[in-house]
């Protein structure tokens, strides 16, 4: 039963990452030689610049884009397919508690050294070392070094996803010899083993990677990849019209209704892992009050908020997950009911109720501005405060919100990991909206080690339950992700994280 369910899944996520939104938007409708460009670069919008060049340094997309382009990681995982990159090939003993890889003997770094084991032993190292990683130093207990070319990783159980867990942004591997004696030089100056390497940076401006010629991996014919930082989408999707730019990630629902009916522009679009979501502080202040956070929840009206900021293309969301492994498939959402929000404002005895959700320049005030609309209907004065996305960050990690506005995205399609890191207390960093740890860390370790598939989709059942009723996140939207593109761009894919691309698989 655990094998059938992690099939479905896998089934399941390489429709998602196939699928479009009309007949004609697939992937291989750009394979018409007419149309075809001879070129060999590509172009690509990242709306904000990098903040260094490390492969576990996630603050922005552009840090996660370049990441992926200048690092390999072990294994990728595109178009329900696993490839190898770093590894040649690696196998499970036969309690899944332990995975061993095979590493490409013929890869090198961007310098010329070879990647060995020791270098990925030490990036991981590394990577469970930085903050946020208690989650996975419990369940990652030894890194090994076989031989040369051979790692072997200890878990603590067996865990279905840990392939997933380790083609996510921060375990790209690192020459360790060049980090250690290059310190932070090392990030501006990269020694990564990816397809392409480091060719310029103009801060505020543009990064150009070109191919690193000793690279033996797979890759397509492009050998230079531009990054244009362009801030505003409106001004992004004017270049991609007229040549200037030729792949926007990301794009808005808006834009891509707009470019829907451009012959010289492709679309690719599906549902992805990205929801925008409300967190409510459940630990200080007015929001403290549980009522008072169930009657905000009933109150958003999110079909309304998908049909306008989303143009219909997203999905209401059913709770925090969607198709995840260890999800059952019930909707953990609230109702948009109207009455029964005025019943628990009445019941949490609270009256003149002015509070401020706090948004982002990187998500914008429209969704904000929809619930402030949906708060007003129940007497309660939303204020919107717009912050730099640093700030932005900062208040959510110091508890320093009453409602914080966000659209993320859940990389690891698995249930059971991500509830641990996102509420298992005290490491984890979401403390001021998960309910109290003496009541849900329990429960948490409990459903985390159970084995048999059917009992811990039940598990979590009943722990998703316990998170709706505390009213401390509320998920709204399903967000499409989108590719708008030139034509002529082949081997495209769709991430459902709207980040995880690895640009030497794309083709003209």
Request: proline content about 3%; charged content about 25%; hydrophobic content about 35%.
């Amino acid at each position: 039963m655990r094998k059938t369910r992690l099939l479905a899944f896998l089934l399941s996520l390489c429709l998602l990452l196939a699928g479009c939104s009309s007949s004609d938007n697939g992937k291989d409708k750009n394979t018409d030689s007419e149309t075809s460009e001879s070129k060999d670069s590509l172009t690509i919008v990242v709306p904000t610049d990098v903040g260094k060049f490390s492969p576990q340094y996630t603050m922005t997309h552009a840090d996660i884009f370049l990441g992926y382009q200048l690092y390999e990681h072990l294994v990728h995982y595109i178009d329900g397919e696993w490839k190898g990159q770093l590894a040649d090939s690696w196998e499970f003993s036969d309690d899944k508690l332990t995975v061993t890889f095979h590493l490409r003997e013929d890869a090198t770094f961007h310098s010329g050294d070879p990647v060995t084991a020791e270098d990925v032993k030490y990036s991981m190292d590394t990577n469970l070392e930085r903050p946020g990683m208690a989650a996975n130093r419990q369940k990652i207990l030894d890194i090994s070094v076989v031989d040369d070319h051979t790692v072997s990783l200890k878990l603590a159980y067996p865990m279905e996803s840990i392939l997933f867990e380790l083609a996510t942004p921060t375990w790209g591997i690192m020459n360790k010899d060049y980090c250690e004696a290059n310190g932070e030089e090392a990030f501006i100056n990269p020694d990564g083993s990816g397809a392409y390497k480091l060719k310029s940076w103009n801060k505020g401006s543009s990064i150009e990677l070109e191919a690193y010629e000793d690279y033996t991996g797979e890759r397509g014919n492009i050998k230079n990849v531009k990054f244009e930082i362009i801030p505003d989408q409106s001004t992004a999707i004017i270049a991609l019209e007229n040549g200037t730019v030729d792949l926007i990630v990301n794009a808005t629902a808006a834009n891509v209704t707009l470019l829907q009916d451009n012959d010289d522009i492709e679309i690719l679009s599906g549902l992805s892992h990205t929801a925008s979501k409300v967190f409510l502080n459940v630990r200080s202040g007015t929001t403290a009050n549980k009522e008072l956070r169930q009657a905000i929840a009933y109150a958003i009206d999110r079909t309304a908020i998908n049909t306008v900021a989303y143009e219909d293309r997203g999905e209401v969301s059913t709770g925090i997950f969607s198709d995840f492994m260890y999800y059952s498939g019930i909707d953990f959402s609230y109702e948009y009911d109207l009455e029964k929000a005025k019943e628990l404002m009445k019941a949490s005895g609270l009256s003149d109720v002015t509070l401020t959700i706090k948004t982002s320049e990187n998500y914008g005030s429209e969704v904000p501005t929809l619930i402030q609309e949906n708060l007003s209907a129940i007497g309660i004065e939303l204020k919107i405060e717009s912050l730099e996305s640093s700030a932005h960050s900062d208040d959510y990690l110091n508890g320093n919100y009453e409602l914080w506005y966000t659209a993320s995205s859940q990389v690891l399609p698995d249930v059971s990991e991500m509830m641990y890191v996102n509420y298992h207390a005290p490491e984890n960093l979401d403390k001021y909206f998960a309910p109290e740890e003496d009541f849900i860390n329990e429960k948490l370790e409990t459903a985390r080690l159970e084995s048999d598939a059917d009992k811990k989709t039940e598990l979590y059942d009943d722990i998703l339950m316990d998170i709706k009723d505390n009213a401390g996140q509320l998920d709204l939207v399903n967000a499409p992700s989108n590719l708008v593109y030139r034509k002529g761009l082949q081997n495209v894919y769709l991430d459902p994280n709207g980040m995880i691309y690895c640009y030497q698989y794309f083709n003209w």
